[in-house]
């Protein structure tokens, strides 16, 4: 079974930065676009970053592009999240996740998630 | 940006029953929407994606339908274990903004 592990959250002041680890196992991960999905405490679910398996495409919210950069490191099974800038509102958990996707390669979910890690922006 | 808008906030059925959940978009995803569930303390589940069709090991309680605009969720005799928030998720556009729904919380009546 699939597994991810988010690691790097913690509590950090407004305008610092961050960067968010989740380290993944039991598939082929270069073959999986790859996502981070944050949660504020008790809010819904918000998308914030996309990449593809070769880590060539990279997409972002609006709320966190020019902010926020996605990588990976596909000979370590790793994918990052590098956070900048930060304000109140990045306060969330951050969730990994694979994309599910059909032959063709068109997204159609996101199918297996990590358990979080929870950032907190507070002076 | 298309939004997704989820009704009821709060739905409350009994266990047996059937759970209906509405998700609607600002604009036409076409079948490009999935639905998840969401438990305390735990990451979504992917239920349902390109609509109507169920994730593997999802049971057949679950059922989606809906294209263009509008989108149901239908849970069948509800278990215990299906009470919990549910989201959609439209991934229609490109470059992608993947919108969720701000969610059903489904309770026990």
């Known amino acids: 079974q699939v597994l991810l592990v988010e690691s790097g959250g913690g509590l950090v002041k407004p305008g610092g930065s961050l960067r968010l680890s989740c380290a993944a196992s039991r598939f082929i991960f270069s073959d999986y676009y790859m996502g981070w999905i944050r949660q504020a405490p008790g809010r819904g679910l918000e998308w914030i970053s996309y990449?593809?398996?070769?880590?060539?495409?990279?997409f972002y919210a609006e709320s966190v592009k020019g902010r926020f950069t996605i990588s990976r490191d596909n000979a370590r099974n790793l994918l990052y999240l590098q956070m900048s800038s930060l304000r109140a509102e990045d306060t969330a958990t951050y969730y990994c996740a694979t994309a599910r996707a059909d032959d063709g390669g068109y997204y159609q979910g996101f199918e297996f998630w990590g358990q979080g890690t929870l950032v907190a922006v507070s002076s | 940006d298309i939004v997704m808008t989820q009704s009821p906030a709060t739905l409350s059925v009994s266990p047996g029953e059937r759970a209906t959940l509405s998700c609607w978009a600002s604009q036409t995803v076409r079948t490009n929407l999935a639905w998840y569930q969401q438990k305390p303390g735990q990451p979504p589940r992917l239920l349902i994606y390109?609509?109507?069709t169920r994730a593997p090991g999802i049971p057949a309680r679950f059922s989606g339908s809906g294209s263009g605009t509008d989108f149901t969720l239908t849970i069948s005799n509800l278990q215990s274990d299906d009470f919990a928030i549910y989201y959609c998720q439209q991934y229609n556009d490109w470059p992608p903004t993947y919108t969720f729904g701000q969610g059903t919380k489904l309770e026990v009546k």
């Open positions: 390109d609509a109507f």
């Open positions: 990449i593809s398996g070769s880590g060539r495409d990279k």
